[in-house]
């Protein structure tokens, strides 16, 4: 049973517009919500991030919105550009093991110049 | 400040034969995570550590993998014997704590099996 899922395997948006990911949990015991970017032949590296006391968290082009009701968060990339075309996992952890991550299968984001 | 190191970044093997893959972890972070990515799929927990004691290792195949992290810093993670089934990226993550949510990875290892 996958506890976090990215529906979308695959998201084209043109340069300047926004780019929206989404992914849904099911496991109602995690407290923290992720994002990691990831490029070909390179680790994930950590892009934002939100506890669920918080419905939206915000880092310069980067929003995440968290609806605890829905168990649906969400990522906005306002201007996308050409440099964020990369995969993209949401995860997942509950306290007190913050670390223990549970991710999705990923969302490969091309940015068309 | 030197990230997470990973060697080696490339292994191709034949089934039934053994290999092992080496993770340095930041400097002064507790906590290190081995990662088994299948292509098209996210990573997969395998095992976490705190510094040498093992936190979690529910989804370590323990018949075929092990790993240890003797002196509390650097980590092997083994497979013996492979199968084709484990071709996959290794990778490794540290941080700072448990309670810690984000993690930093190294550039993994990529195992084909054949």
């Known amino acids: 049973d996958q506890q976090v899922k990215q529906n979308s395997p695959s998201l084209s948006v043109q340069e300047g517009r926004i780019s929206i990911l989404n992914c849904d949990y099911t496991n109602s015991m995690f407290d923290y919500f992720l994002w990691y970017k990831k490029y070909p032949a390179e680790g994930p590296t950590f892009l934002i991030s939100?506890?669920?006391?918080?419905d939206k968290n915000e880092d310069g082009r980067f929003t995440v919105f968290l609806n605890k009701s829905a168990k649906h968060l969400s990522l906005h990339i306002v201007p996308s550009q050409p440099g964020d075309s990369a995969v993209y996992f949401c995860a997942a952890s509950a306290m007190p093991n913050a670390g223990k991550s549970t991710f999705g299968d990923g969302t490969t984001l091309t940015v068309k110049p | 400040e030197a990230g997470v190191a990973q060697s080696p970044r490339y292994k191709i093997i034949e089934k039934r034969q053994s290999v092992a893959f080496w993770c340095n972890p930041i400097s002064g972070h507790a906590t290190l995570y081995w990662y088994q990515q299948i292509l098209g799929q996210g990573p997969k927990l395998l095992i976490q550590?705190?510094?040498?004691?093992?936190?979690?290792d529910s989804q370590l195949p323990k018949d075929r993998f092990s790993a240890e992290r003797l002196k509390g810093v650097d980590s092997t993670l083994k497979i013996q014997p492979a199968k084709l089934e484990d071709s996959a990226v290794y990778l490794c993550a540290s941080s700072w704590a448990l309670s810690t949510d984000t993690q930093y990875f190294g550039p993994g290892t990529r195992l084909t099996v054949l």
């Open positions: 939100i506890s669920s006391i918080k």
């Open positions: 550590f705190q510094n040498n004691g093992v936190v979690d």
